[in-house]
């Protein structure tokens, strides 16, 4: 036999040795705890240099952001931010810099509180933030400054639990009893209606929006793990002004076979040509966040309980973690079940690869999907009967993570909370 050349052999052993790295980090991701710590990445952000109690540090003007904690059903403390808009904000100046500054144990007691009740046309925002990090991390507080700008729009935001101040360890029951508790805070507590709020999530926060709508509009759903804590005081379903969902994906499995951590280190990607290995990694995968199942669900109890839904889900082109086509596929979900049972209108616009179609938004793609309510002809008569609304925007530009700070989101809230 004749001997390998050195640089082959080089080579060989390189390879092999890449395949043996590989093959540790899947088997120690088959660890629970490890599982979730790569998932979530809660642990992984930049707490130790920023100080989230001085919003100031972030760009905001003195008291537009209070911080509050929040208790859940099962004792666990969120660390939450109320962000005052801007008109609020200037009409009210003196009174905001005067108020004592700080992280308050109760959100009742504080300025942001009182501006928000007492604004009769107030409009909520419940932002979702994604996986690793803190809600400051990144772009989450350009996020912020963006929604601020929207006329009445108060914003609200936590860290799930194991996020930043927060206590608590996370997981995908956890973190929905989270989303469900601050959700339920803004309908209860804050007295504020869901016609006048809307859930935006972005990438691991679209799962959470995702269910969090569907607890809210199918209280007793069988879609949502059954190990939620829920409040103990249960609402009639309800009817959100709009959910926007940046970034989305159908499910954690479905999603980590083409996943690149940061566009780059691919997770499940290479098990792609052994698909039996990739089966039996999926099924160990703990928390699968199933968010085309549970839209799915949405848009049927929406049917069902006669509630106006009005979705829509942007996807930039150039996502380098989430490829658009799951954002589409998720739509694609929520489309089957409209055209199941019901009298819909659609529109498809696509821009081909030669480049001659238009598309009226989007820039790359956009389609929708809508109810055809009978009876309701004229467009200023309207009022009180909406159908379902599903739409699917592909923008160009915004990568995974800054795509929620550009103006094609925050037309989607404000189309959102025009609707009603
Ligand atoms: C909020 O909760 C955390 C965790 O329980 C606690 O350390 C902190 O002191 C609380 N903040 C206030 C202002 O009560």
Not at 83 to 99: G, K, Q, S, T, W
Not at 101 to 127: C, M, Q
Not at 139 to 151: E, Q
Request: aromatic letters at 10%.
């Amino acid at each position: 036999m004749v001997a390998l050349e050195p640089v082959l052999k080089k080579a060989y052993w390189t390879l092999a040795s890449l395949g043996g790295v590989y093959a540790i980090f899947i088997i120690a991701l088959l660890n629970p705890w490890i599982q979730h710590h790569a998932l979530y990445a809660h642990k992984i952000h930049s707490g130790f240099w920023h100080d989230l109690n001085k919003p100031e540090s972030f760009g905001f003007a003195r008291n537009q952001v209070t911080p509050f904690n929040l208790s859940t059903p099962d004792g666990e403390t969120l660390y939450c931010w109320h962000i005052l808009p801007v008109d609020a904000y200037a009409a009210h100046e003196r009174e905001i810099a005067r108020a004592p500054a700080g992280p308050s144990d109760d959100f009742s007691t504080t300025i942001g509180y009182k501006l928000l009740r007492a604004d009769p046309e107030s409009h909520i925002v419940i932002n979702f933030h994604g996986n690793a990090g803190h809600l400051a991390q990144g772009w989450r507080t350009s996020t912020y400054s963006s929604l601020a700008s929207l006329p009445h729009t108060h914003t609200l935001a936590c860290d799930y639990r194991g996020f930043g101040f927060s206590t608590g360890r996370p997981s995908e029951p956890g973190i929905l009893t989270d989303g469900i508790a601050l959700t339920h805070y803004a309908l209860t507590s804050l007295a504020h209606p869901a016609s006048r709020t809307v859930l935006l999530g972005q990438s691991l926060g679209t799962s959470v929006a995702a269910g969090v709508a569907l607890h809210f509009s199918a209280p007793s759903t069988l879609d949502l793990p059954l190990s939620i804590t829920r409040p103990a005081e249960a609402l009639p379903p309800q009817s959100f002004a709009g959910i926007v969902l940046v970034a989305t994906f159908p499910s954690l499995p479905e999603l980590l076979t083409s996943y690149r951590i940061r566009g780059v280190v691919p997770v499940l990607a290479p098990l792609r040509p052994y698909p039996k290995i990739g089966k039996f990694v999926e099924k160990w995968i703990v928390d699968t966040w199933p968010t085309a199942a549970r839209l799915t669900a949405l848009v049927a109890a929406a049917k069902e309980g006669k509630l106006g839904l009005r979705l829509s889900v942007l996807h930039a082109r150039d996502d380098p973690d989430i490829d658009w086509k799951l954002g589409e596929k998720v739509f694609e979900a929520m489309q089957k079940e409209m055209l199941r049972d019901g009298q819909v209108a659609q529109v498809e616009e696509r821009r081909s690869v030669v480049g001659v179609e238009r598309v009226s938004r989007g820039a790359f793609v956009y389609r929708a999907v809508e109810d055809v309510v009978v009876g309701v002809a004229d467009e200023e008569g309207a009022e009180g009967k909406r159908g379902r609304f599903v739409e699917l925007e592909v923008v160009r530009y915004g990568g995974h993570n800054r795509v929620v700070t550009y103006t094609p989101v925050l037309l989607a809230v404000k189309r959102a909370f025009a609707s009603v």
